[in-house]
């Protein structure tokens, strides 16, 4: 039977969420091609005990491990590939997925199929879906090489399921590795600074755009935001301009994100802006020209003036909560 491998990457000692939608892709596409669904991940058995029903529970364990390299990683990797044999092996479209997955594609001799936003089946072939020129064009794919088919996830494309216990014990997998065939020497891991605002875990963000005019207006939809108990986000000229931080930026420039509520307040829906929101679950737009884009993709649309529908949503907010 055909297996589906996700490689999925840790925060803080767990699954990160952008690696649990990996997760809910690859059980997608199990689930189409009647395949096995298994996941493996760097780390110690016990983080891998809240991913549902799988075939395979791996925890990938060896002391060389312990500090992220592009040579440790790709060569555990090509080791785990060798003995499950997977057809498909998905990743989280992350920056540390995108250092090493490209060189474990080599050494496998395949292409790595990047930032992956969907797939179909047309009887037994997979076609993968990816955007292209900031989201203007889709791109479809599919392997011409023998398995197996390298494809990282783009973050946001897919839902990740609720948590339930994983099925079946985890099992450890320790690699071959020496030493001498780590070549780099890791510094300290990037530490975001304390301020840093992680908009891509967000169920609820207001985000607004050039259509607030002036720095002094963004305390309006501020307290939207407040009252909705939202994160505060922004098209690109807003943080341009200084009006918020670059952290702030939602877009193809800024972060990608996948709110259950996404309100866009002033904002035209340039596609620079929807690449980063596409996998909202609700849109609702607020913008005085119905011909703006962002209607388009919307959900819900509320075509009038911000500065007169902002604070009135805000005070219906407020009074609903009591």
């Known amino acids: 039977m055909s297996t589906v491998l996700v490689i999925l990457e840790a925060k803080s000692g767990s699954p990160s969420r952008i690696s649990l939608e990996a997760l809910a892709a690859g059980a997608a596409l199990a689930t189409a091609t009647g395949a096995q669904l298994a996941a493996a991940m760097v780390g110690p058995a016990a983080a891998m005990d809240s991913l549902g029903s799988l075939s395979a529970a ?69 076609t993968f879906t990816r955007q292209l020129f900031q989201g203007k064009l889709n791109g479809h794919y599919h392997a011409a090489a023998p398995a ?81 108990g939202a994160e505060l986000a922004a098209s690109r000229p807003i943080c341009d301009a200084g009006w918020l931080p670059m952290e702030r930026q939602v877009g193809s420039s800024g972060q990608t994100v996948a709110p259950k509520l996404y309100l866009a307040v002033g904002i035209s829906g340039a596609i620079q802006h929807l690449v980063g929101m596409k996998g909202s679950q609700c849109v609702v737009a607020i913008n005085k020209d119905e011909n703006a884009p962002i209607f388009e993709i919307a959900d819900y649309g509320i075509v009038g003036d911000l500065f007169e529908v902002v604070p009135a949503l805000t005070t219906a907010i407020r009074k609903a909560k009591g």
């Open 58 to 126: 791996i925890a990938i364990e060896h002391p060389l491990l312990d500090r992220y390299t592009a040579d440790g990683y790709t060569a555990a990797c090509a080791q785990l590939i060798a003995r499950l044999q997977p057809d498909y092996v998905l990743f989280p479209h992350t920056y540390q997925v995108r250092d090493f997955a490209p060189r474990l594609a080599t050494r496998l001799g395949r292409v790595l199929l990047s930032d992956v936003t969907a797939f179909s089946l047309d009887g037994n072939t997979v």
């Open 148 to 228: 197996p088919c390298l494809v990282s996830i783009q973050a946001g494309a897919f839902h990740a399921a609720p948590s339930a216990p994983t099925s079946i014990p985890v099992e450890s997998f320790a690699p071959a590795l020496e030493p001498s065939a780590i070549r780099t020497q890791p510094g300290e891991p990037f530490r975001a600074a304390t301020q840093t605002v992680d908009l891509s875990s967000a169920p609820l963000i207001v985000s607004v755009g050039r259509g607030i005019k002036d720095e002094a207006n963004i305390a309006l939809v501020q307290e939207l935001a407040q009252a909705l």
